[in-house]
């Protein structure tokens, strides 16, 4: 009986959150928390996904090349392959430091990371979040954030996750509803924004 009524509690909340009729117009904007206006030309031959830990598709990686900026989108589990077949793991070292990704931006070509994570808020609440990482200073020029599960739903999934033995997480139930999408897209808007401003090589020498 106890299965039976938690099996009916989380089809009706996962019923709730598979609700498709919001349009991008009624979603919340994403939260842009840091956006530093740099320019892009100098990253465009490489840009590294870490592992994800979105409950969305298509992947952030094919969103990226679908954006036709960059030359190569690798997920960072590929990235010691591209090391090796470019001759530069004596050079680089273990790819699990940052000062790894510093030395690959100089032996290689400057290039950003991108993290996108499912993080529970100060209230309780569970958010998507971006943040763009220049490997060459580890300066994190570009982050945002959205809601997707409020306080209130975040601990009834979590209380049905534990009571039905799955493996608490706090992405567990919480279903695209498009706001990764809109997430995205303010992310897309900052980086055809830096694509426009001109390298500092031609900006120094301009007047």
């Given amino acids: 009986m106890r299965i039976a009524y938690l099996s009916t509690c989380m089809a009706l909340c996962l019923a709730g959150c598979a609700d498709t009729s919001s349009t991008p117009e009624s979603l ?118 959205i809601g997707v599960l409020s306080r209130g739903k975040s601990e009834l999934m979590g209380l049905l996750t534990l009571g039905a033995g799955l493996r608490q997480s706090n992405c567990w139930g919480a279903s695209d509803h498009g706001q990764a999408g809109v997430l995205f897209e303010s992310l897309a808007r900052w980086l055809h924004k830096q694509r426009r401003r001109p390298p500092p090589d031609q900006s120094s020498h301009q007047g």
């Fill in 28 to 145: 919340p904007a994403a939260e842009v928390r840091v956006e530093r206006q740099i320019p892009l030309a100098p990253y465009m031959s490489l840009a590294v996904v870490m592992p994800e830990d979105l409950a969305s598709r298509p992947d952030m990686v094919s969103r990226l090349q679908g954006l036709g900026i960059f030359a190569q989108v690798l997920r960072s589990e590929r990235l010691p392959a591209f090391v090796a077949d470019h001759g530069l793991t004596e050079k680089v070292g273990d790819l699990r430091r940052w000062s790894s990704y510093q030395a690959l931006a100089r032996a290689y070509a400057p290039f950003l990371v991108f993290r996108f994570d499912c993080v529970a808020a100060s209230d309780g609440a569970v958010r998507y979040k971006v943040v763009v990482t220049r490997a060459d200073d580890l300066d994190n020029v570009f982050v945002a954030d």
